[in-house]
């Protein structure tokens, strides 16, 4: 029986809060923003390293981006992960969804066969839940999205996961190879292991790939390959409130809200 | 040459998702407003009563795909149906609700054809172009602070998803003897259906989205749900929370208002303990009156309530709902 080849894809996000729209370029102000991986992405590595406790196997993280997330995969793998693949190239700039899986798929035939792929369940700057379902289909594999949590079927080469319905949940059933994409929150990270540290920062293998070193196919990465174009960006007005505070003791107070709040009940 | 717009009318358990819905009333303003004709896509086992329904809300035509493979819903099937159905019919755009069936349904169809798919959008219009009708798609990130108007303009369909709560829902008119509906033949290779649905669960959550009243609680209600429940039942309104309040365990995810949560729009929303953040307060931007409960005069939803109190709620409330109990 072979070990459970796993691929978890991380992205690393900028801090939401910290994030403001230039006035003037109408483009997003990313400087001096702080970074953090996208947290259900951890949920998704959470849920491989149990696997790997349970049944062996190993860990490959992916993810897409500039230089500076490499120390984001040494993370990952000073928790456990064994080797991480950053694919790294301007001619990834600009990708939407659809370039986007296209470049995570050929860097998936690099890094060669595989059961899993996890995902977590969206970006929090993006948010568009569209990669893990995007991806299972560029690899012709099968897909379970929103995940609340998997079991291997090692016997039957299997995976058994209950995943997130409008109002419930099912359990499903899927062959292997499968794309899974982790709901947030649906386990608790584990904490870094220092007895991995040096490993992970000096020793442990991350390559970084370019377009050409996946094979992709540069008119369908970037501005090229994309089916969407973003034709500006705004801060969202707030809408006026009428900010009206209220004053005096707790009673007096309780006394007037519940005299403008009659009309709406 | 592809025409038209595309409504997936996802169902469940026999009736059409309220976010179909949602959709069809927009997608008919859109449809009217450029020309285009109106279809609504049915994928399932039976799909004359759906169909029958969906002729209420005004539609050009209804195209149903029938197989028994097609509910409950799985990715492989449904995206061979859908996929078989919008290679016959192209149309110029496709729009599903953002459900988790919807979601998963939108980004392998949109890989498949090659398209481009603005996810998970919280506004849509129309403009008239040489090329034809284009979608304005309007999408907010960033915990909802900032918003992009995106665009497919090369490729078709042109694909969008919406959240639920985003569009009102249109009344229901009387049943559409127009409505042409027109029937699919496919056949799905067992073999190629690669998951297996074994056992479904639906709790009786209320549907957050469609609350007139909500008391929400955050984290300075600190675990006291009870009191917030207690105003609830005083107002008639439902209880929802923030991201914090869930996290904690204080209270299922099902009430979770905003960004990853429901999108409200009640009349009235009581929020308790709430900082307000932007995550959250995209979620009851749309409300008619919103009053903030907090005891931090710091806390940022002060800029965006109408009635604000800045004391203890543990004092605020006892009296609430003495009052609005009161005859």
């Known amino acids: ?265 | 040459m592809t025409s038209g717009i595309c409504v997936y009318l996802e169902h469940e358990s026999g009736k059409l998702e309220s976010v179909s819905l949602e959709l069809l009333g927009q997608a008919r303003a859109l449809a009217d407003a450029s020309g285009e004709r109106l279809t609504g896509l049915i994928l399932g086992a039976n799909t004359a009563p759906l169909a029958a329904e969906a002729a209420r809300y005004n539609l050009d035509e209804i195209l149903c795909v029938e197989h028994p493979a097609l509910e409950p819903y799985t990715t492989d099937a449904s995206t061979q149906a859908a996929h078989r159905a919008l290679m016959k019919y192209t149309p110029n755009i496709l729009l599903l609700g953002a459900t988790p069936n919807g979601r998963d349904l939108a980004g392998r169809l949109a890989v498949r054809l090659r398209t481009g798919l603005t996810a998970d959008c919280t506004g849509l219009e129309i403009q008239s172009t040489d090329q034809g009708s284009i979608l304005l798609c309007e999408v907010t990130g960033f915990g909802g602070g900032i918003s992009a108007t995106i665009t497919c303009k090369t490729r078709r369909p042109q694909m969008a998803t919406v959240r639920p709560g985003v569009f009102l829902p249109p009344q229901a008119g009387a049943p559409g003897p127009k409505t042409c509906s027109t029937r699919l033949e496919i056949s799905i290779h067992p073999e190629s259906l690669r998951t297996q649905v074994l056992e479904r669960h639906f709790h009786l959550a209320g549907d957050l989205t469609r609350a007139k009243r909500l008391v929400i609680g955050g984290r300075g209600v600190q675990g006291e749900f009870e009191l917030l429940e207690k105003l609830a039942r005083a107002l008639d309104a439902e209880i929802g929370a923030t991201r914090v309040a869930v996290d904690h365990g204080w209270i299922s995810k099902e009430a979770m208002i905003g960004q990853t949560g429901y999108v409200t729009r009640p009349r009235l929303a009581v929020a308790c303990g709430v900082s307000g953040a932007l995550q959250f307060m995209v979620g009851i931007q749309n409300a008619e009156v919103v009053v903030a409960i907090n005891n931090d005069p710091e806390a940022p939803i002060f800029e965006q309530a109408d009635l604000c109190i800045t004391e203890d709620l543990f004092q605020i409330l006892p009296s609430l709902i003495e009052e609005v109990t009161q005859p």
């Not at chain 1, 659809?98 to 595989?114: C, F, P, R």
């Not at chain 1, 079991?151 to 499903?172: D, F, H, M, S």
């Not at chain 1, 004053?247 to 007037?256: V, Y």
């Open chain 1, 1 to 265: 029986m072979n070990a459970l080849q796993m691929i978890v894809c991380m992205k690393v996000v900028p801090r939401p809060e910290e994030v403001k729209v230039d006035p003037v370029k109408h483009t997003l102000d990313r400087a001096n923003v702080r970074s953090v991986i996208n947290p259900p992405d951890m949920n998704a590595l959470e849920l491989a390293l149990s696997l790997k406790d349970q049944h062996g196997g190993n860990i490959t993280i992916l993810s897409m981006g500039p230089p500076f997330v490499e120390p984001y995969l040494r993370l990952a793998m000073m928790l456990g992960a064994d080797r991480a693949c950053l694919l790294s190239d301007m001619a990834f700039a600009g990708s939407d969804t659809l370039a986007t899986t296209y470049a995570l798929a050929k860097g998936i035939e690099k890094i060669g066969a595989y059961d899993l792929v996890l995902c977590g369940e969206e970006s929090s700057d993006g948010a568009t839940a569209q990669v893990p379902a995007g991806l299972a289909e560029w690899l012709d594999s099968s897909q379970i999205t929103f995940a609340l949590d998997l079991e291997y079927l090692p016997e039957k080469q299997e995976i058994q996961a209950r995943r997130e319905l409008r109002g419930g949940w099912e359990k499903v059933l899927s062959t292997l190879p499968a794309v899974v994409s982790v709901r947030g929150g649906i386990n608790q990270p584990r904490f870094l292991d220092y007895h991995r540290k040096t490993w992970a920062f000096e020793e442990a293998p991350l390559e970084v790939w370019n377009a050409a070193e996946i094979g992709a196919d540069l008119d369908l990465l970037g501005f090229s390959g994309s089916g969407t174009t973003v034709e500006g960006v705004r801060e969202m007005p707030h809408r006026e409130r009428r900010r009206e505070f209220l004053h005096g003791s707790p009673a007096e107070i309780a006394r007037q809200l519940a005299t403008h709040l009659r009309p709406h009940l």
